[in-house]
């Protein structure tokens, strides 16, 4: 019973930290763009098939170039769509996004048909890793530790860099940003296109364990809403912990109850709003209120 308990714990860590890439990419989306980007899931979706198609064509190292791709596809899809949004009902936000989200899905499902498409793990990292009792496969160790290797270079990137600086000080204070002489669509553009960055670094760590599939946008955007909903907004170490806490509870209730795993973390959700409305470690931001 503790090899099985502790192999779920694992295996809901690399879930969760999956699920935080693409929440921290939303929610600095919404943060300093004011965008409820429904479409964010898409953007995963194409990180996965952007890598399935690099390593066909050119082997492993180019799957390296996947979330960069996915990035310029947000930046150019941020100035012809999304900067028409800015200052509009959210509501209009959430219906185009929303909009895009299926023609996103349907240009892949034009491209790569509607079948789930098999990306296997890279041949290095097969095999398994057994401490006691607990087990995991190289390829998930893998991917927690590069997770959590990028959430901490994201934290000093924000925090000690000076458009880090920019990007928290314009989620406050976008005007007061403006008026400092910093042309501000540029950093709004740059921000989109690193958040569906952040989201194409997702869908590549988590193609070889999902199946590949348009349709796998769906599975991507929902946990995101909820860990940044529970995490709060603005808050970065709130999205870690409530992202990491529904993946190991995601994978505990698929071991022990499978019918209830699509809606316990709803359910986790509504307790924490009952408990804290503003997330496990949300902040007051006067801009939405």
């Known amino acids: 019973m503790l090899d099985v308990l502790l192999s779920q714990l694992a295996a809901g860590l690399v879930l969760g930290g999956l699920y935080v890439l693409i929440a ?50 947000g930046m150019v899809v941020e100035r012809t769509l999304i900067h028409r949004l800015y200052n509009k009902e959210p509501l209009i936000s959430l219906i185009v ?23 296997n793990q890279p041949p ?17 160790l893998t ?7 990028l959430l901490a270079g994201l934290w000093a990137f924000l925090q000690f860099t000076p458009f880090g600086r920019i990007l928290r000080a314009a989620s406050r204070d976008p005007e007061m940003v403006g008026l400092l002489g910093i042309r501000l669509p540029r950093v709004l553009t740059a921000v989109f296109g690193l958040g569906c960055a952040l989201a194409g670094v997702a869908g590549v760590l988590a193609a070889p364990l999902w199946t590949v599939i348009p349709s796998m946008s769906e599975n991507a955007i929902m946990p995101a809403f909820v860990v940044v909903v ?24 698929i071991q022990f109850q499978p019918d209830a795993a699509n809606a316990v973390m709803y359910v986790f959700m509504a307790v924490i709003l009952l408990i804290r409305p503003r997330g496990l470690l949300g902040e007051r931001w006067e801009r939405f209120e």
């Open 124 to 140: 290095f990292l097969s095999g398994i890793y057994l401490w006691g009792p607990l087990l995991i496969t190289k390829y998930r």
């Open 230 to 253: 529970i995490g709060g907004l603005g808050s970065f170490a709130g999205a870690v912990i409530a992202g990491l806490l529904v993946g190991v509870i995601t994978a505990l209730t």
């Open 24 to 73: 921290i990419g939303l929610s600095i989306i919404f943060g300093l763009l004011g965008i409820v980007n429904f479409a964010h899931g898409s953007f995963f979706a194409l990180g996965a098939y952007f890598a399935l198609t690099l390593y066909q064509y050119f082997g492993w190292p180019a799957v390296l170039l996947a979330p960069p791709l996915v990035g310029v596809v």
């Open 97 to 119: 996004t929303f909009a895009l989200a299926l023609m996103i899905e349907a240009l892949l499902r034009l491209i790569y048909g509607g079948i789930g498409q098999p990306f």
């Open 143 to 149: 991917v927690f530790l590069v997770t959590m290797a």
